[in-house]
């Protein structure tokens, strides 16, 4: 096995445990039989929307004109357990915060499932951060960034900037456009009907990426998966710009529709030393190219044993 995925190998089972640890954190507790408690809130137009959550929990948000930010949240009461909520001049904050926690108890499941229903106005930047979620985004304009330890998101129709970083990640977006930035551990990322009019990248390390576009990009593209599939559908439209195709020698494989204009073989570095020894060491990659058109932008498919693709 080559040096580079032997390392990605170990780096993805140094995250699996941990996956594990939070979906029995999140599938031992549900105890649908105790009574929810629901709280509602309604804030002026903000800058930012934080959400800090803990468990599982699911999130739905929607984006409006209304000018007015509503937040419904259903939750398990537990006297140990408490959501917080304050509001500033420019931002609202809403973090679910553990009472007395007790360390010595790594298996106590806090904050069993948890829902979160969240209309926004347009033009804000929502900022997530938690252990476990489920998500549906529809119709927002503005700016999401998720850091989470896992993941399924289902987004349509959204406008903006979105960045969502998990160790493991199930993303679906349809008709939608702006800049992309995803990246997971493992995990795969379909996209249908993708206008990309800001600079993005979708990378997974085990997993699929396919990205179907409406229209031919208009800023750089990445899209790369370690041991699966990068796969770009044009639809149909152009293609202009600069075309890169990168795979592991006699590991991955590229599939073009057009002849290269530069065909090489390189070294890159390995980027995760697990010893001593493998400090220096490098890997052979094919990297293909083609132009058609003007230079930019530039799209780049890589992958080290799947497979990197473009179709019409």
């Given at each position: ?31 649908s039989s105790r009574e929810l408690t629901n709280e509602a809130w309604r804030f002026s137009k903000k800058d930012t929307l934080s959400l800090e959550t803990m468990g599982n929990t699911k999130i739905y948000i929607t984006g409006s004109d209304s000018g007015v930010i509503e937040i419904k949240l259903k939750y398990i009461a ?200 493998d400090f220096g060491k490098k890997d052979e990659y094919n990297r293909k190219s083609f132009i058609r058109g003007d230079n930019n932008p530039k799209i780049t498919l890589k992958t080290a044993t799947g497979t990197a693709k473009i179709t019409l």
């Open positions: 096995m080559k040096t580079v995925e032997r390392a990605l190998l170990i780096k993805l089972l140094l995250i699996l445990p941990l996956v594990l640890i939070i979906q029995s954190y999140t599938e031992s507790g549900r105890i537990k006297p140990e357990e408490k959501f917080e909520i304050k509001e500033t001049q420019r931002a609202v904050y809403l973090k679910a915060n553990i009472l007395n926690y007790n360390p010595h108890k790594p298996t106590q499941t806090y904050f069993e499932e948890s829902t979160l229903e969240i209309t926004v106005p347009h033009g804000m930047y929502i900022r997530c951060s938690g252990s476990s979620g489920e998500f549906q985004v529809n119709g927002l304009i503005g700016v999401l960034k998720v850091v989470y330890g896992q993941g399924r998101f289902s987004i349509k129709n959204v406008e903006g900037s979105i960045s969502l970083q998990l160790g493991m990640l199930e993303a679906k977006i349809q008709h939608s456009k702006g800049s992309f930035n995803l990246s997971s551990g493992i995990g795969s990322v379909r996209a249908k009907d993708l206008t990309v009019n800001g600079k993005s990248s979708f990378t997974t390390g085990m997993g699929t990426v396919k990205i179907s576009l409406a229209r031919e990009p208009e800023a750089d593209l990445y899209v790369g998966s370690s041991f699966n599939k990068a796969q770009v559908n044009f639809n149909g439209h152009p293609l202009t710009g600069c075309f890169e195709f990168i795979a592991m020698v006699d590991g991955g494989r590229i599939i073009s529709p057009f002849k290269f204009d530069i065909e090489e073989i390189y070294l890159d570095d390995i980027k995760n030393y697990n010893t001593s020894s």
